[in-house]
Structure formats: structure tokens, C-alpha cells
């Protein structure tokens, strides 16, 4: 359905993630030649899961919900254990109010952290890492979170909140990240950077705002869009 431009399932899922590790510890190594890097921070950010907040998804899923959370935690586990090798300190702040975890079938604001089966899935990975006694989660009550990283302070969300229309919605980010900088001036939680996932393309925009990519890459829905 996607004219060969793409394909995904569970084990494509673990060799790409596999791959992703394998590229940032060379490149890494490769840093380590001029600076000393001893800690390693991890910024999840939710939709480790399909879901079921479509019909079409529920359709189409190769593993009902429960399954994608019990897989989605272990790998995320093995990726915590496999970086937990390589420095002396990895913490993970993790930020599990998505859309793609959760249980109701309309967004939600109250509960949107725990009423999620990202909730389950953070919680399996830290299970699966805890006998790494390097690695530490930073695990957010609410649907943001502050995390300090080598003296900068990153603002992170899941994004789902930004409204979205013509493909990266640029001006919906900076007006999110521009009113959160004016609540947060006083009172001591500031921030230099703002870090989102939710649209699945990488973007690194204004040098200040980070969009994650996709471990998934091409699906129906945006091969339609064009």
C-alpha cells in the first residue's frame, strides 16, 4: 500500500533500533577523541505503541495492544541496558503523555500520563534495566518535564497538543515553545531548549527546538499526503 517506499513490523522495529544504538556509540567513540563523555541522557517522549486510538489501527496492528506494550517495553529496556555498557551515568526523563498509548478514545488532560499504555511500557523498561545500577529513570508525573542535561534545561512533551495542518506545523512549535518561555520567566523554570516527538520527521528548528523522528518511517497515512 505503500508502493514499496517502506515496510515495518516487530522485526524491523528491533534491527532499527539495534542499528540507531550501534551508530550513536560509534559516533560516540568518534567525540571521545577530543571530549571527555561520561553520562548519557535519553529523552522519551511516548508513542512507543500503535495503539488503538483508530479503527484502521486496530485493523491492521500486527499485535493487539497488550502485546505491542509487553514488546515496545523490552526493547526500550534492551536499549537502556545496551547504553548502560558505554557510560558511567545514563538517565532516562521520560515523558509517557501521548496519543498513540492511550485508553480513551478522545484526547484526554486529567490522567493523561498514567491512563496511557506508554505508562506500562516506561515502567517494563526501567523493570528490565534496574539491574543496571548506572541507569536512573526520571519518570514525569504530568504531560511535561524539565530535564538538565550538562547545564542546559530542556523542555520536554509528547506534542500532540500542537495543532497541525500542511505537513510540520513550524508555526504551531514556536508559538508553543514562545508561550511556554513567557509562563515559565519566573519562578526559576526556564528553559534553553524545547524537545518534542509526535510527528514522526526529525527537525532541528531556530537551534532551539528538537522534533524527534519515527522508528516506524513511512506509513499509509503519509505516504497519502504525499
Given at each position: 500500500?505503500?508502493?514499496?517506499?517502506?515496510?515495518?513490523?516487530?522485526?524491523?522495529?528491533?534491527?532499527?533500533?539495534?542499528?540507531?544504538?550501534e551508530d550513536f556509540l560509534q559516533w560516540v567513540e568518534i567525540q571521545r577523541s577530543?571530549?571527555?563523555?561520561?553520562?548519557?541522557?535519553?529523552?522519551?517522549?511516548?508513542?512507543?505503541?500503535?495503539?488503538?486510538?483508530?479503527?484502521?489501527?486496530?485493523?491492521?496492528?500486527?499485535?493487539?495492544?497488550?502485546?505491542?506494550?509487553?514488546?515496545?517495553?523490552?526493547?526500550?529496556?534492551?536499549?537502556?541496558?545496551?547504553?548502560?555498557?558505554?557510560?558511567?551515568?545514563?538517565?532516562?526523563?521520560?515523558?509517557?503523555?501521548?496519543n498513540h498509548g492511550r485508553l480513551q478514545p478522545k484526547p484526554q488532560a486529567k490522567q493523561k500520563t498514567s491512563n496511557s499504555?506508554?505508562?506500562?511500557?516506561?515502567?517494563?523498561?526501567?523493570?528490565?534495566?534496574?539491574?543496571?545500577?548506572?541507569?536512573?529513570?526520571?519518570?514525569?508525573?504530568?504531560?511535561?518535564?524539565?530535564?538538565?542535561?550538562?547545564?542546559?534545561?530542556?523542555?520536554?512533551?509528547?506534542?500532540?497538543?500542537?495543532?497541525?495542518?500542511?505537513?510540520?506545523?513550524?508555526?504551531?512549535?514556536?508559538?508553543?515553545?514562545?508561550?511556554?518561555?513567557?509562563?515559565?520567566?519566573?519562578?526559576?523554570?526556564?528553559?534553553?531548549?524545547?524537545?518534542?516527538?509526535?510527528?514522526?520527521?526529525?527537525?532541528?528548528?531556530?537551534?532551539?527546538?528538537?522534533?524527534?523522528?519515527?522508528?516506524?518511517?513511512?506509513?499509509?497515512?503519509?505516504?497519502?499526503?504525499?
Amino acid at each position: 500500500e505503500v508502493e514499496g517506499f517502506n515496510a515495518f513490523n516487530w522485526e524491523i522495529a528491533q534491527a532499527g533500533m539495534f542499528c540507531l544504538l550501534e551508530d550513536f556509540l560509534q559516533w560516540v567513540e568518534i567525540q571521545r577523541s577530543c571530549y571527555l563523555i561520561e553520562e548519557c541522557a535519553v529523552f522519551c517522549k511516548g508513542d512507543y505503541v500503535s495503539g488503538d486510538i483508530h479503527a484502521e489501527l486496530r485493523a491492521t496492528n500486527e499485535w493487539p495492544l497488550p502485546v505491542q506494550t509487553a514488546k515496545a517495553g523490552w526493547l526500550l529496556g534492551e536499549a537502556f541496558r545496551i547504553l548502560s555498557g558505554h557510560f558511567k551515568r545514563v538517565t532516562a526523563f521520560q515523558v509517557g503523555a501521548d496519543n498513540h498509548g492511550r485508553l480513551q478514545p478522545k484526547p484526554q488532560a486529567k490522567q493523561k500520563t498514567s491512563n496511557s499504555m506508554s505508562y506500562l511500557v516506561q515502567h517494563i523498561a526501567n523493570a528490565a534495566a534496574e539491574r543496571c545500577a548506572n541507569f536512573g529513570p526520571v519518570v514525569a508525573v504530568g504531560s511535561k518535564l524539565v530535564a538538565e542535561v550538562n547545564g542546559k534545561r530542556f523542555l520536554l512533551e509528547h506534542g500532540d497538543n500542537i495543532k497541525a495542518w500542511s505537513g510540520i506545523p513550524l508555526y504551531g512549535i514556536q508559538r508553543a515553545a514562545a508561550r511556554e518561555a513567557m509562563r515559565r520567566m519566573d519562578g526559576g523554570r526556564g528553559y534553553d531548549y524545547y524537545s518534542i516527538g509526535h510527528f514522526h520527521v526529525p527537525n532541528w528548528l531556530e537551534g532551539r527546538i528538537l522534533v524527534n523522528g519515527s522508528l516506524s518511517g513511512t506509513s499509509e497515512f503519509d505516504h497519502g499526503c504525499g
